[in-house]
């Protein structure tokens, strides 16, 4: 049974830094596409970096290039997204997901989402 658990969010003021994560069990995270999505109250949801199988390639949403990093740790089979420069628009849940053994970072081409981990910014 494959879980993903997000954790690290809260409430911070503008300028601030986060550090979410996703803890992955039931799938090997380096064997699958990895991303971050998040949706803020009354918008869709929006995709924000995404890690292709292997680390071949890292994918951001040109509203946080520069800011967010994302990154894994297969020991520990978890996936990071490192956030500097928070600002309000930033506030939303933020879910990780998991494109299963295909090198895909559409919200259609995931197969497992989280629970999701809320991240609020102050101004």
């Known amino acids: 049974q494959v879980q993903l658990v997000e954790s690290g969010g809260g409430s911070v003021q503008a300028g601030g830094s986060l550090r979410l994560s996703c803890a992955a069990s039931?799938?090997?995270?380096?064997?699958?596409?990895m991303a971050w999505f998040r949706q803020a109250p009354g918008k869709e949801r929006e995709s924000v970096a995404c890690?292709?199988?292997?680390?071949?390639?890292?994918y951001y949403a040109d509203s946080v290039k520069g800011r967010f990093t994302a990154s894994q740790d297969n020991a520990k089979n978890t996936m990071y997204l490192q956030m500097n420069s928070l600002k309000p628009e930033d506030t939303a849940m933020y879910y990780c997901?998991?494109?299963?053994?295909?090198?895909?970072?559409?919200?259609?081409?995931?197969?497992?989402w989280g629970k999701g981990t809320l991240v609020t910014i102050s101004s």
């Open positions: 890690i292709y199988p292997g680390v071949a390639g890292t």
């Open positions: 997901a998991a494109a299963f053994l295909k090198k895909s970072c559409s919200e259609n081409g995931m197969d497992y």
């Open positions: 039931g799938l090997t995270i380096r064997r699958n596409s």
